[in-house]
């Protein structure tokens, strides 16, 4: 069998892989093939017909085709940009743009809309045709998701993404032809069904048909400052300051937390503090959690809970496996709930004065904001939360050009992170934040290891095996909850075995989260990562439990991890919920 | 008998309108790699205009029957099935009672034309979602669950018996309806022509078109009845009364609703052709109705090259032929 073999592409030879399409080769060779529902991510649905190409097998006739799902075959000739393929793709284009209502000003998609891209390629101006979507359904009823199916134009990619990254069947066709709908089950609101927020969906949707549920108005209106009493208190994740940057033009994983301090403290506001710092304190709580566990050995394995759509997961379908959750609070609440506590105190403030705003690469946030469990300390813990996205668009509207703002530091002292703080936003990173205190302090201080690079990568499933003193700890690092629900079925049925396991539910962990900047595929999700690491390895301190200002904050709270002041701020409480 | 070589030399196509090689596609089960494979006969016959299938079930059934076994035992099947519109539910006893103790099931679905589409039959038998699969890989390597399975139109399996017995003649059924004529299956020559079908001066004479092919399928005005019948091999005959844009109407209508809405061409492009027929019948200016045709003929040009799957290419046929045969009917 032969690997590569010829073929033509606008009539020139060129080698192609066996087994790979027509989009594919043409990538390959700097051959621009416009696309719509494509998405590298996903298995193609072939549904838009824009990337059309006319193809002829074995000197036979020529014949139009779509380049993102027909296979290279030996003795094939291609031609790109014929008159007919223009011709027919420019007025499929025309006939989608008549099945999408225009509602640019508050769409994600409003710097970089692809249809508007392939209008201007394609000279579509306007469209002949008339609008036809007037009887459209909005879903607003979650607190993550906004599902708007006037701008809908039917290319499937949402259900791919549900079915495909997420493993769930949320999203279904109902009806057929052009009255077809693509939305959640029997055509009731999200909010009807067992969706978990990851955002896929949204992240995979070229028409900004899903999109965040925003909460731009109400984090706006807080911004102009009318109740002078609210101080106002920004708190990004670690993944958001390598993906803004892709909002404005520049490369994903360019670390720009400097400057997007800059930007949120002119915007209106008065704190700015590092969710990373929150990282230190969950690696701290977590990891005494599961040395406890692992000595009572009592509700093993342990599964990590710091993201939302994992817990509401196993809320919905594994209420067997809610003992194992750690009780450990995400890093954006512990941090919130630090903000509220002891930086309250430090500055002398009612914290019901303070409004925490969380910037996130995330949906379910804003699902996880709002839940009763996470209002027990404070209430809220935190008052919103942003996605990425949105951040961007408000910068935008400040016309604040952020690469060149001056830059400023996090505000201390909730601001000063460890590098284990650093990489919790790249799959693996919880694990080995939490790998790199408790190898330490089971060992007595002995071992003092800080790289475990075996659960570092983009891939799904990955494993590890870590000897402490005699210990031995299997772990497990999954993203896609697709993959989790492998791994939860290998555990069951007794073919793997572990003892602690992270589980992120977007692909890559939270850097390819649902609230990140879209475009995001493999390529991209494998820079943001880079960046993580390499800012690492240049951070003084590299492990959660070194960091002095954590110290003192635990001493101002006079409590240890697990105990105490410490022990009601840091952990939280889960619900069984009905699988609809 | 060696039923592969006999297949070969008769040069039996499939008779559900597709016409590949019979000998073929089960040569292709056969040599494929998986060792489960599965026989179907596609008896969804969803368009309206052909019920020629419905003829083989009332009157050659235990043949149908037959060559379905014949099929089984050549790709080594492990189980056979009939796909039955519901539409037929009627027959399903009759049939049920001839499959007593033989490996062959009835799987009834609601139909619909675009069951027809061998790839939505299996995904509805799959309790999949209602739209075509992409084709390669074709269903005789990767078919229902995903196993390699021959699909053959029930008159095939009919002919396919014949083969086996040495009666075999090249000949089909055609399904004849209209103006001036009762409802009948006819078996002809498969190279019939449309007057040869009729096969009547009186009525010949009063007819002005016909539909060939169904709904799906073009119109052909009397001076070109000596065309073979392609296809389906469905013969709609109307009257000289008769309008070829009223007939035209009816076939968008129709696919307009088998339309799946996979795919862009398809399922805008049947919209707005059926929303610009509206308009041309409210047009006045022989003008406007130009710019109608020509925007008409380019949305079934970009359906007839960039669909999905046949459904969308086939909507040019009704709509190019009634606009260039018969331009003064609209």
Known sequence: MTKSFEVKLNNKKITALYGESVLDLAKRNN??????????????????????????????????????????????????????????????????????????????????????????????????????????????????????????????????????????????????????????????????????????????CPAGSLQEKTELPEVEKLLEKKNKKNILVAQFAPSTRYSIGELFGLEPGINLEKKLITAL?????????????????????????????????????????????????????????????????????????????????????????????????????????KLPELKESYNPEINHSLTVREIGRLIKKHNLDIENLADSDFDSPLGNSSGAGTIYGASGGVMESALRTVSSQLSDGKINKIDFSEVRGLDGIKSAVVEIDGIKLEVAVVSGLKNAAKLIKDLKSGVVRYNYIEVMACPGGCLGGGGQPIPTDSKIREKRKAGFYTDDKEKPIRKAHENNDVKKLYSALDSKPLEGRAGRLFHRKFTKRRKK | MDIIKALKESGLVGLGGAGFSTATKWQAVKDSCEKKRFVVCNLSEGEPGVFKDEFVIQRHLSKMISGIEIAAEFVNAQKSYIFLNDKYKYYQKKIEKNLKGKKIEVFIDNG??????????????????????????????????????????????????????????????????????????????????????????????????????GLSGCFLPRREFNKQITGTGSVEIFGKRRNVFNALCQSIIFLKNESCGKCTPCREGIYRIAEELNNISESKSLWDKEEIFSKIKSIAEAAKESSFCPLGASVANPVISAINLFPEDF
């Open chain 1, 31 to 204: 051959f621009h093939i416009p696309t719509l529902c494509y998405h590298s991510d996903l298995e193609p649905n072939g549904s838009c017909r824009l990337c059309l190409v006319e193809i002829s097998c074995n000197k036979g006739g020529f014949f139009v085709a779509t380049a993102c799902n027909t296979t290279v075959t030996e003795g094939m000739e291609i031609k790109l940009d014929t008159p007919k393929v223009k011709r027919i793709r420019k007025l499929n284009l025309e006939m989608l743009l008549s099945d999408h209502i225009q509602k640019c000003s508050d769409c994600n998609w409003k710097y970089d809309c692809e249809l508007k891209k392939l209008a201007k390629e394609f000279g579509v101006t306007e469209s002949r045709f008339s609008e036809r979507r007037r009887k459209f359904k909005i879903d607003s009823k979650t607190p993550s998701i906004h599902w708007d199916s006037s701008k809908c134009i039917e290319c499937g990619n949402c259900i791919s993404a549900c079915q495909q990254i997420t493993g769930l069947d949320i999203l279904k066709t109902e009806y057929r032809g052009s009255s077809i709908v693509f939305g959640p089950k029997d055509g009731k609101s999200f909010a009807d069904t067992n969706c978990v927020f990851c955002g896929q969906c949204i992240l995979h």
């Open chain 1, 265 to 369: 403290k002119h915007i209106g506001f008065d704190y700015v503090f590092d969710v990373n710092f929150g990282a230190d304190i969950t690696t701290l709580e977590e990891a005494a959690e599961l040395i406890e566990r692992l000595e009572s050995k009592k509700n093993l394995p342990m599964f990590t809970s710091c993201c939302p759509a994992w817990v509401r997961y196993v809320e919905i379908f594994h209420h067997e496996l809610i003992p194992n959750l750690t009780t450990t609070k995400s890093p954006t609440h512990c941090l919130a709930c630090a903000v509220k506590s002891f930086f309250a105190k430090k500055i002398k403030v009612n914290p019901k004065r303070i409004i925490n705003v969380a910037i996130m690469p995330c949906v379910a946030k804003k699902y996880e904001a």
């Open chain 2, 112 to 213: 619909r034309y675009l069951c027809g589409e061998e790839t939505v039959m299996l995904q509805v038998m799959e309790g999949k979602t209602r739209q075509p699969r992409l084709k390669p890989p074709y269903p005789t390597n990767s078919g229902l669950f995903g196993y390699p399975t021959l699909i053959n139109n029930a008159e095939t399996f009919y002919r396919v018996k014949l083969i086996a017995d040495g009666d075999y003649q090249p000949k089909r059924f055609y399904s004849l309806f209209g103006d001036y004529i009762p409802k009948k299956v006819v078996e002809s020559d498969l190279s019939s022509t449309v007057e040869e079908i009729i096969n009547s001066e009186k009525i010949l004479s009063k007819i002005k078109f016909a539909r060939i092919g």
